[in-house]
């Protein structure tokens, strides 16, 4: 049975406190619809680019954009990297709901994706077969030999029932880093592992109530120094060797730093993006009628107003946009109160 071994020290502890403040703080902010949209739209892009690129894509975030946008039919295999990367991100937003931590068709959905067209049919969305070895990025020699393909469905069991267990007593943050860092050991598939890996650790992160997680790309972190994070999450040696002495406990506070890295990325990119309101007069008498008899209608407004009929529906669809009203009721009965912010 899988039984990880890591330490809640002082550092650990205290990365922990801190994703939870910031969570906390980026979870009370509004912001409007439009901004959010916009920088989910790059966080795809992003964590796209900076997954790939670890495992050696040459192509710049940049174009990585641009591939994004047109999706073009005729392609590289460096380019189907970068739309089969993207289109797992969206299939995993689409099943973030509450349920089991992860399961072996989800992993095995995932990977087939990852490696859609860029590998044999017959390695896409299984366990590996065969042996394979890691290679040292740098040196390209042998620098790890995971388990023999046979023990991989039994370590992948105990792994996914660890999860199971731990789900609601151990904090997701942990649950996240642990399995990201085991997934490498064991190596389960031929290919698209590093890639697997970090996708399903976005679905486990998700956990931790961040309402703004599609803006999140902790992907981009390791991106930054790739030879550190290869470093910090792989193990050295004969997986039969060094098994029994993993401790995750170092992993676990870099992973950590990570996050806390991308989440003050990710506030400052927000903050910077709120720019004070600025009202019409018109506007503000408005919203200064809502403040005094809690709503308005159109007709309470031609009373107030000597702008023109037309003009007036267009003062309210404009506040509408503005996230500042709402639109209650239809037709005759249609009136308008503040937002609740």
Same mark, same amino acid.
């Given at each position: 049975?899988?039984?990880?071994?890591?330490?809640?020290?002082?550092?650990?502890?205290?990365?922990?406190?801190?994703?939870?403040?910031?969570?906390?703080?980026?979870?009370?902010?509004?912001?409007?619809?439009?901004?959010?949209?916009?920088?989910?739209?790059?966080?795809?892009? %992003?964590?796209?680019?900076?997954?790939?690129?670890?495992?050696?894509?040459?192509?710049?975030?940049?174009?990585?954009?641009?591939?994004?946008?047109?999706?073009?039919?005729?392609?590289?295999?460096?380019?189907?990297?970068?739309?089969?990367?993207?289109?797992?991100?969206?299939?995993?937003?689409?099943?973030?709901?509450?349920?089991?931590?992860?399961?072996?068709?989800?992993?095995?959905?995932?990977?087939?994706?990852?490696?859609?067209?860029?590998?044999?049919?017959?390695?896409?969305?299984?366990?590996?077969?065969?042996?394979?070895?890691?290679?040292?990025?740098?040196?390209?020699?042998?620098?790890? %030999?995971?388990?023999?393909?046979?023990?991989?469905?039994?370590?992948?069991?105990? !792994? %996914?029932?660890?999860?199971?267990?731990?789900?609601?007593?151990?904090?997701?943050? $942990?649950?996240?880093?642990?399995?990201?860092?085991?997934?490498?050991?064991?190596?389960?598939?031929?290919?698209?592992?590093?890639?697997?890996?970090?996708?399903?650790?976005?679905?486990?992160?998700?956990?931790?109530?961040?309402?703004?997680?599609?803006?999140?790309?902790?992907?981009?972190?390791?991106?930054?120094?790739?030879?550190?994070?290869?470093?910090?999450?792989?193990?050295?040696?004969?997986?039969?060797?060094?098994?029994?002495? $993993?401790?995750?406990?170092?992993?676990?506070?870099?992973?950590?730093?990570?996050?806390?890295?991308?989440?003050?990325?990710?506030?400052?990119? !927000?903050?910077?993006?709120?720019?004070?309101?600025? !009202?019409?007069?018109?506007?503000?008498?408005? %919203?200064?009628?809502?403040?005094?008899?809690?709503?308005?209608?159109?007709?309470?407004?031609?009373?107030?107003?000597?702008?023109?009929?037309?003009?007036?529906?267009?003062?309210?669809?404009?506040?509408?946009?503005?996230?500042?009203?709402?639109?209650?009721?239809?037709?005759?009965?249609?009136?308008?109160?503040?937002?609740?912010?």
């Amino acid at each position: 049975m899988f039984e990880p071994r890591y330490q809640l020290n002082t550092n650990l502890l205290d990365n922990i406190v801190r994703i939870k403040n910031l969570i906390s703080e980026l979870n009370t902010q509004k912001f409007s619809d439009l901004v959010l949209a916009k920088f989910e739209k790059d966080s795809y892009a %992003i964590s796209t680019h900076a997954s790939t690129s670890i495992e050696g894509n040459p192509i710049p975030l940049t174009d990585v954009r641009k591939i994004l946008k047109s999706a073009p039919s005729h392609i590289r295999d460096t380019e189907k990297e970068i739309l089969n990367y993207n289109r797992a991100l969206h299939r995993l937003n689409n099943v973030l709901k509450k349920g089991p931590a992860v399961s072996k068709k989800i992993i095995c959905d995932i990977q087939a994706m990852v490696v859609d067209g860029l590998i044999d049919k017959k390695n896409q969305g299984k366990y590996r077969q065969a042996q394979v070895v890691v290679n040292n990025p740098k040196t390209r020699q042998i620098a790890f %030999i995971p388990s023999n393909a046979k023990d991989v469905p039994r370590l992948m069991d105990e !792994l %996914i029932a660890y999860l199971e267990k731990e789900f609601d007593s151990t904090d997701p943050l $942990i649950l996240a880093g642990i399995f990201h860092k085991q997934f490498v050991v064991i190596h389960p598939f031929m290919d698209g592992n590093g890639r697997t890996t970090r996708l399903i650790t976005k679905y486990l992160l998700a956990r931790m109530g961040l309402d703004t997680f599609q803006l999140f790309s902790f992907e981009n972190y390791y991106n930054q120094n790739v030879s550190k994070y290869f470093a910090k999450v792989g193990v050295l040696g004969d997986y039969y060797e060094m098994s029994s002495r $993993i401790d995750f406990t170092d992993w676990l506070i870099y992973f950590t730093d990570g996050i806390i890295d991308e989440l003050l990325r990710v506030q400052k990119l !927000l903050n910077a993006s709120i720019v004070p309101m600025r !009202l019409a007069e018109h506007e503000k008498i408005i %919203i200064e009628y809502i403040k005094k008899h809690g709503s308005i209608a159109k007709n309470e407004y031609s009373k107030i107003t000597k702008r023109a009929h037309s003009t007036q529906i267009l003062d309210f669809k404009r506040l509408v946009d503005k996230g500042v009203i709402i639109k209650q009721g239809k037709a005759k009965a249609t009136f308008y109160t503040l937002v609740n912010k």
